[in-house]
């Protein structure tokens, strides 16, 4: 599989009004047409990675990289203008808080509309047609109903979902999803990720998938990265997470409870500084 | 002597705290650092410390007393003699002027020691308890927030007859309104918190919950607000003052100043412009002050 | 030890809580597992007083509860709060914190207190001093352990306790609640959305949906996986994972 996505060698400092901050501590990888997750705790650097690609760091971050290309475009050496063709148009990203990501006071139909690029607009009819199809796609059921919706009037489930189909009507080739589903019930989850499947086996879309939750990527995605501390400190094939060699990822998969655990202490992951330089 | 600054230094900075006083006081530390560094502020603040040292010196300072009169010297301009000028009666401008700090902080001081807690107090009660208590509170408030300032402060004034007492009565009393406000807004946001459900489930009484988890966090807004609310206390007095409701004549106070120079404008402009200055850049200093106390104690934010 | 019947909030169609009935015994462990709006959080929230619009009957260790609680009854029920960074004061320090509850109920011993709790929950004296802001997640949520338990309590409400944490905090924390309800005999509630802890940490389990409880399970019920309430299934299989054939299945 060509590779989409080449990170390599990503460093992401900031200066805080303390001290210097390294956020992001030389982190390499590609994504193909894959599933990829990445997998960490608050502060291992994760969704500044996300960030990063799209060269959307906050403006006192230092972002380098020995390369951070998408196909032919340059992300580092990219030009604002140039990035505009790239962001929403050919890699697209999905957020955390679907509330918090929609427009309160337009409503859902139009932000969709809204999404398709300027070039491929026709008329409003035939937009129209075109976003009823999305929403059709992410098997909401009734789109002429929530095409008339204001977004406090959906569910989150069902936010969630007309945020994927916002984000996929410019018809991406890389999706990033920054903790999807974590806001999300156990159940409604599970339907998202399966809308997040099909579309992106129909669609060939690359996807990174970013998660605290290891055992959920684990389940969805194809491979996973671990990271920590700003590295990434394993590479596993999704369904191979019980060979994983790291202690850091040995230590959290064992301390997380399981259905049926009959353990009586939960082995509490000892941190390593060690981890820190490995 | 490094020795004993690094071990204080030590102290203040220590990670492990060993008394209660010790964690407050590098609270305080860390806070006064982060206001010093705000060059504005500081500005501020020395301005203040610099008119509370004139008028706790007062009787050092002038160069005469604030009611000698000297008629054949009466409207005389700025000199080596008389360095602000004179007055219409001869008096030393200067020395009204420095006596006049005293009168001008003081109501300013009292003003706020009355008001603040008293919205405080009210505007917490209001927020905590809800229902008819809120509904009877705010409605008082209103009554006393649809008034100017200046003009409720003359009405209450006229009622209890002039003089400073009254006045920094009169003051007080249209200053507490936006401070209950403004208590009462925060206590709403606050009242569901679940530190506040925490210490209701271990039967802690409302008394001991409003005073002691509702209002620290109320406290920072209202002297932020209070402080920015001085500009508008000295001037109100200023303006009482001026209408000659306030300070009593011969007592030297900025506003009542700044009314008597009014007839001599055009010739001797110092008897007004010296107090009007003055007013300005005390308002002045305590916004300064209030800006930079806002970035310090806002709760939200960490040491 | 905890006898809840027909427990009711809110009216109507906006029922909160509908209908409710369940019991724990002395010194066991109780889970609720549901998802958001089903009505578990409501149910703590009466259980410990904050609601106090609530018809039907409650029963905790022999007394009849009413709608207003005296101070002896917060002596016996505490609750530890999901969120720790919002369920401690910020300008109260830790020794503060701990100290409130002893000066509400005149306590005595209240420095030994203190001392002893604060050793008890993995928080040192070295802690004593601090303010919130200073404390990771995870001693935040020990101190709001250490604040229930201060009290001596004897029935324990925990709502979501790990649920904001970090992952690798969560299994100290639950060790650290495993550990407590041993030695101090705890009769305690567990209501969580993660149906992995909530299995771990408890014996019996109540399904709650749309505010009523749909089944009540034994753990090792739960594990054997047969003949449950269709929504517990539900529950049971996405708590594993993404599983593609079951989210098809899943209702809109």
Known sequence: MTAQLVVEDLRIRFHTARRLVDAVRGVSFTVGREKVGIVGESGSGKSMTARAILRLSPPQAQVTAKALRFHEVDLLASTERQMLKVRGRRISMIMQDPKFALDPVMRVGDQIAEAIPADRRGGRAQDRERVLAMLDSVHIRDPKRVFGLYPHEVSGGMGQRIMIAMMLMPEPSLLIADEPTSALDVTVRMRVLAILDELAAQRELGLIFISHDLNLVASFCDRVLIMYAGRIVEECVAGELARAQHPYTRGLLASLPRVGDTRARLPVLTRDPAWLSS | ?303 | MITVKNLRVGFGAMRAVDDVSFHVDAEETFGLVGESGCGKSTLLRVLCGLNRDWQGEIVIAGEAITPNRSRAFFKNVQMVFQDPYGSLHPRHSVNSVLREPLAIHGMDRADARVAEMLDQVGLGAAFRYRYPHQLSGGQRQRLAIARALILEPKVLLLDEPTSALDVSVQAEILNLLTEIRQTRRLTCILVSHDLAVISYMCGRIGVMNHGKILEELSTTQLTSNTGHHRYTVQLLTASRGCDHALAKELPD
Do not use: K
Not at chain 2, 67 to 80: G, I, K, N, T, W
Not at chain 2, 84 to 97: C, I, K, N, S
Not at chain 2, 277 to 296: C, E, K, P, Q, W
């Open chain 2, 1 to 303: 002597m490094s020795a004993q600054n690094t071990s204080l230094r030590g102290w203040l900075t220590a990670d492990v705290t060993t008394s209660p006083w010790q964690a407050r006081i590098q609270r305080t530390y860390f806070g006064w650092r982060r206001l010093s560094s705000n060059h504005l502020t500081m500005f501020g603040l020395a301005v203040l410390l610099f008119l509370v040292i004139i008028a706790l010196l007062a009787p050092q300072i002038a160069p005469q007393g604030y009611d000698e009169q000297s008629l054949p010297e009466r409207l005389a301009a700025p000199s080596a003699a008389h360095w602000f000028g004179t007055d219409d009666l001869g008096r030393d401008v200067l020395a009204r002027m420095v006596y006049g700090t005293r009168v001008t902080l003081m109501i300013a001081c009292l003003v706020a020691v009355i008001a603040a807690p008293l919205g405080l107090l009210i505007g917490t009660a209001s927020g905590y308890f809800g229902g008819w208590v809120d509904t009877v509170l705010m409605r008082i408030n209103d009554v006393f927030l649809s008034f100017p300032g200046l003009i409720l402060a003359l009405g209450f004034v006229a009622a209890l007859g002039p003089g400073i007492r009254n006045a920094v009565i009169a003051i007080a009393l249209t200053a507490w309104p936006p401070i209950a406000r403004l208590a009462r807004a925060e206590t709403l946001t606050l009242r569901n918190a679940d530190y506040i459900a925490a210490v209701r489930i271990q039967g802690a009484s409302a008394l001991r919950i409003i005073l002691r988890h509702v209002m620290p966090m109320c406290l920072p807004s209202v002297v932020v607000r209070i402080t920015l609310n001085m500009a508008g206390i000295i001037i109100t007095a200023a303006g009482l003052g001026f209408l000659g409701l306030g300070a009593q004549p011969p007592m030297p106070e900025w506003g009542s100043m700044l009314s008597s120079g009014r007839a001599h404008l055009s010739g001797a402009w110092w008897i007004s412009a010296v107090p009007g200055i003055a007013i300005v850049l005390t308002s002045l200093a305590f916004n300064l002050l209030g800006d930079g106390l806002r970035d310090v104690l806002d709760p939200r934010s960490d040491s």
